[in-house]
T-cell receptor
């Protein structure tokens, strides 16, 4: 049982390049989330999904797109990377809403030059 | 916009000391969670509090949810080097999506 995994762990991009971050969970969770973590700002929600085939915007969605074609996978895309997107990205999943626990992946450290 | 402010932002103490971390907001939350994050890893849930005034204890850690469900505190007794990490509070806004609003974080270093 691997829990939540993220690929890649590190990446360096040049401004304007595109990339996709992959999140996979093996816990059969319905809910999945993408956050970014910046110093002094905690975690901020980018996009989330409440089930296969659904996505919704979070607090800071601009410059990102997501897809949830399979229940176990949640992809985060950057179409044209900007230096302001330099951050650590975390994926999380939970079984249900309310007070349920969110399980986090190990993170992806992205640097945009 | 709901905000959660944590204080202090940084805390460096000696092993055996006690400490309290605060998490404050002007908004009401349906529940509040505390996570601990170690370097290079994702946050891990410590506790969830759901009732105003609720107190939960986890070994040397005591969590309290404010009566008005706008604030929370984490008290650690006799801190150990293993307690070192980033502590994050997170408020849930209720509803069907389980969205969390995370606090700004408190970085704790416990020196042996």
């Amino acid at each position: 049982n691997a829990g939540v995994t993220q690929t890649p762990k590190f990446r360096v991009l040049k401004t304007g390049q595109s990339m996709t971050l992959l999140c996979a969970q093996d816990m059969n969770h319905e809910y999945m989330y993408w956050y970014r973590q910046d110093p002094g700002m905690g975690l901020r929600l980018i996009h989330y999904s409440v089930g296969e085939g659904t996505t919704a915007k979070g607090e800071v969605p601009d410059g990102y797109n997501v897809s949830r074609l399979k229940k176990q996978n949640f992809l985060l895309g950057l179409e044209s990377a900007a230096p302001s997107q330099t951050s650590v990205y975390f994926c999380a999943s939970s079984y249900s809403a309310g007070t349920d626990t969110q399980y986090f992946g190990p993170g992806t450290r992205l640097t945009v030059l | 916009t709901q905000l959660l402010e944590q204080s202090p932002q940084f805390l460096s103490i000696q092993e055996g000391e006690n400490l309290t971390v605060y998490c404050n907001s002007s908004s009401v939350f349906s529940s509040l969670q505390w996570y601990r994050q170690e370097p290079g890893e994702g946050p891990v849930l410590l506790v969830t509090v759901v009732t105003g005034g609720e107190v939960k204890k986890l070994k040397r850690l005591t969590f309290q949810f404010g009566d008005a469900r706008k604030d929370s505190s984490l008290h650690i007794t006799a801190a150990q080097p293993g307690d070192t990490g980033l502590y994050l509070c997170a408020g849930a806004n209720g509803g069907a999506t389980n969205k969390l609003i995370f606090g700004t974080g408190t970085l704790l270093a416990v020196q042996p």
